[in-house]
Each structure stands twice: as structure tokens, then as C-alpha cells.
């Protein structure tokens, strides 16, 4: 099967995304380039990655391109919103002119620019807003505004044939919900994060632990390097740290307690080894395996309960029911090992995106915009008058009706490597 002309290697390679094209006979090709398919450009800012790329309906990836500023954040100890906007806006034009050249496609044969709106930063939001309203109006294109969950949640449909109704973990930087995805825009919250969400502790807790001073993570995020370091640590080194939220029966989560408890562990263990601040821990490894796990037990418990809830609810089909992971965190192996063994248990189907496609990227708004495009959703003529919306809610939430089903998880035996 001919390739796609940026990306093909990526897409072909797990077998599926051909035969998922090939099944909805669609694929043409000329001159390596896929003719007669629509094909929309997505851009994405809700962040800190400047992200653009233009997808085709059948969903072959024609060119991507990604400017993250992930080592610039690690220098100034976190995002600040004003510099994240100064570089996107350095980054904006040129990432956007990549993108449209390695897929060799001119503006003018866009059938939509689709565009992050909400939620995210509002200073970064507003840079990819201005520059889609701008783009729009030059090009005479319609317009497709994305909430940036929805598309971490649709990813998975971009690789595979993946069919309504799923049941949909999305764990990042900003978030951490559980949804039955019914339809393109049609979610069920069933729970999400009442304080911070998960990469955002395993952030914190990176920073605390002065791991960009490793130089194999100088360049990695929070998150990464956590996992990284981790490999090397025992987490019953540190067994000080409790699985939050065990005695509330519902799907929410929450990690601000754990943060608290992994900054008095760190302090203790920094006055216990007589360091100055800014020393690194010798048991540093030991912390971030103890920290991962926590957030691993309590991502797994929420999880299978959402799962018990849907098969008693009968909102999944009862055969070949699948659980979809997204989201930057969801690029963990050691999570997703977990999660393995929750749907091995329930005979659910675990399916997450390759890494690269969990953390933000340009491809998961385009496939969105391809999404929303065959489904007739949300497809404007004018980006004059959308504005960005920094807090945006996903799905009709019915987590109290989840809290209410005071469902009890059984004890798991975990997978081994979940150590
Ligand atoms: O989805 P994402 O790229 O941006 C948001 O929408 O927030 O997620 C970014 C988050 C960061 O907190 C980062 O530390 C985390 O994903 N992350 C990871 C890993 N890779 C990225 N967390 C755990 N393990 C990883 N391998
Ligand atoms: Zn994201």
C-alpha cells in the first residue's frame, strides 16, 4: 500500500490505520499525495506546543509540524502564561507553513481550518484563535472550533475502528476525567478531578525533585522524567504515600492531597540527608516510583469502577467493549500496564494512541476537524465572533448518578511490572 508522503511510516506500521482507511474506501492516491479525500489543517496552542497538521478523511496524517517549549518551561520552574504566548506567536507561522508543505497541499484545497478554542491557557488559546480568524478570512475557509478534549478523546479513531460508544480515560497536564464517548460530540462524564489533575502533580513533583538536573531528563517533562527515574527507584523505599480518595465510592479523583504528602515525604528525606536546597535526594528514584505508583493505583481503582458502572448500566456493548486512554500521562507505561490488568479483568479492550499522539500535537485537532467535518458539526463560514473559553466543560455530567451506584471494586492482583 502506497504511503502517505510525511507520516505514512508512523500510521502503516501498527497495521491498523490501512485497513481502517482501506475499509472506509476512500484511500486515492496521486503522486503520493491522497487526491478526492477532504483534507483539514488543525492548529493547535492550548499550551505549550505550538502544534499544526493537515489530515485527510481517511485519516493519513499529509504533514505535521511541532514546536514544543517544554525546555524553556523546565528553565523558568513552570509555564508562565505571557511566555507561552510570546512563543507561540514566534512559532505560530512557521510550524503552521511546515505542516501545509510536507503535505503539499495549498491553502486554497483545505476543506476546513479547525482550530483549539477551549479549554487551555487563554493567552495561547488567543494566539491560535487570531491566527485561524486571520487564515480563515485570507483563504475564504470554513471554520471548525475544537475542544481540545474531545480531540484527545477522538485520537484513537485516527488509528483505528474504533466504534460509538466507548468508554474514554483522559489523563493530562490539565485534566483527568472518565466519559462514555457516544458520538463525535456527545460525552457522559461519569467523574474527573475535583483539585488538580495528574500531570500536573507528577509536574510538581518533578520540580521538587530537581530531576531536570539529570541531564538524561534536562529535556524531558515532568511527567517523562518521572517515569524515567522511576524505572531505577523501589517504591517500597517510600511507603509513606497513600492511594487517595479510597473511602468515596464514585469516579472522581483527586491528587492535591498526594502533592502535599510527597512535598512533607521530600522535606523529610532532604533534612534526614542534611541537603541545601536544590540538592538532589539520593533516593530521588525510590520518591518518583512511590509517586507514579500512587497515581497509577488511583487512576486504575476510579477506572475499573467506571467500568463496573457502564456493564451495570448497560452503556457499553457487552461484547467488545473497549477502554480508550488519552491524554499526555497516558504516554506512561507503567499506567498503562495497570490499566491492562483492570481490563483484562472486566474483558474490556485497552487502546491507547502511540505516545506521540497523547501528548499535544496538531494531528488530533485536524482528525477532529475531519470528524466534526463528516459529521456536519459545528462547521462554520466565518471564525469573526468565536471566541476562546480558557474552562470548558465535556459531556452531560452524571457523576452523581455514578456516586450514587456506591459501586465496590474488587481487590485487583496487579501486573507484576506494576512493581
Ligand atoms: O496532553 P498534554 O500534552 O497537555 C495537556 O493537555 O495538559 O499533557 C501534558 C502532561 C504533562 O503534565 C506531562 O508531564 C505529562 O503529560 N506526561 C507524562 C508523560 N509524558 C507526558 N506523564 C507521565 N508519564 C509520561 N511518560
Ligand atoms: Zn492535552
Given at each position: 500500500m502506497a504511503m502517505c508522503k510525511a507520516l505514512g511510516r508512523f500510521y502503516t506500521s501498527e497495521g491498523h490505520n490501512a485497513s481502517w482507511a482501506a475499509q472506509r474506501g476512500k484511500i486515492l492516491f496521486h503522486s503520493g499525495m491522497c487526491a478526492l479525500s477532504r483534507v483539514v489543517l488543525g492548529i493547535e496552542?492550548?499550551?505549550?506546543?505550538?502544534?499544526?497538521?493537515?489530515?485527510?478523511e481517511t485519516g493519513h496524517v499529509l504533514g505535521e509540524a511541532l514546536r514544543s517549549q517544554t525546555e524553556v518551561h523546565l528553565k523558568t520552574g513552570g509555564i508562565i502564561p505571557t511566555v507561552a504566548q510570546q512563543l507561540h506567536r514566534e512559532s505560530i507561522a512557521g510550524v503552521v507553513h511546515d505542516a501545509l508543505r510536507a503535505s503539499g497541499i495549498s491553502p486554497n484545497d483545505l476543506a476546513a481550518i479547525a482550530t483549539t478554542v477551549k479549554p487551555g491557557l487563554a493567552l495561547s488559546l488567543g494566539v491560535g484563535l487570531a491566527y485561524s480568524v486571520q487564515m480563515v478570512k485570507q483563504y475564504q475557509k470554513p471554520f471548525i472550533p475544537i475542544h481540545h478534549m474531545e480531540a484527545h478523546a477522538l485520537t484513537v479513531r485516527l488509528m483505528e475502528p474504533v466504534d460509538f460508544p466507548f468508554l474514554v480515560l483522559l489523563i493530562s497536564g490539565g485534566h483527568c476525567?472518565?466519559?462514555?464517548a457516544r458520538g463525535v460530540c456527545d460525552f457522559l462524564l461519569l467523574g474527573q478531578s475535583l483539585d488538580e489533575a495528574p500531570g500536573d502533580t507528577l509536574d510538581k513533583a518533578a520540580r521538587r525533585l530537581y530531576l531536570a538536573k539529570h541531564p538524561e531528563c534536562a529535556a524531558m517533562s515532568g511527567g517523562q522524567a518521572i517515569e524515567h527515574i522511576a524505572q531505577r527507584g523501589n517504591r517500597l523505599h517510600c511507603?509513606?504515600?497513600?492511594?487517595?480518595?479510597?473511602h468515596s465510592l464514585d469516579c472522581n479523583f483527586s491528587f492535591a492531597g498526594l502533592r502535599t504528602h510527597v512535598n512533607r515525604l521530600i522535606l523529610q528525606k532532604e533534612k534526614e540527608e542534611g541537603l541545601q536546597e536544590g540538592q538532589v535526594l539520593t533516593c530521588v528514584a525510590d520518591i518518583a516510583a512511590a509517586v507514579q505508583h500512587m497515581v497509577t493505583l488511583h487512576v486504575a481503582k476510579r477506572t475499573h469502577r467506571a467500568i463496573l458502572f457502564c456493564k451495570k448500566e448497560g452503556l457499553l456493548p457487552q461484547k467488545n467493549a473497549c477502554l480508550v486512554v488519552s491524554g499526555g500521562v497516558a504516554s506512561n507505561q507503567y499506567i498503562r500496564r495497570a490499566l491492562r490488568t483492570v481490563t483484562d479483568a472486566t474483558e474490556f479492550t485497552l487502546l491507547c494512541p502511540p505516545p506521540r499522539l497523547c501528548t499535544d500535537n496538531g494531528i488530533m485537532i485536524a482528525w477532529n476537524g475531519i470528524e466534526r467535518l463528516c459529521?456536519?458539526?459545528?462547521?462554520?463560514?466565518?471564525?469573526?465572533?468565536v471566541r476562546y473559553e480558557p474552562k470548558a466543560p465535556l459531556g452531560t455530567d452524571i457523576s452523581d448518578q455514578v456516586r450514587q451506584a456506591a459501586i465496590k471494586v474488587p481487590r485487583l492482583k496487579l501486573n507484576p511490572e506494576v512493581k
Open positions: 496552542t492550548s499550551c505549550d506546543d505550538t502544534g499544526a497538521a493537515v489530515v485527510d476525567m472518565l466519559l462514555v511507603e509513606e504515600l497513600r492511594m487517595p480518595m479510597t459529521a456536519g458539526l459545528q462547521v462554520l463560514h466565518t471564525a469573526e465572533g
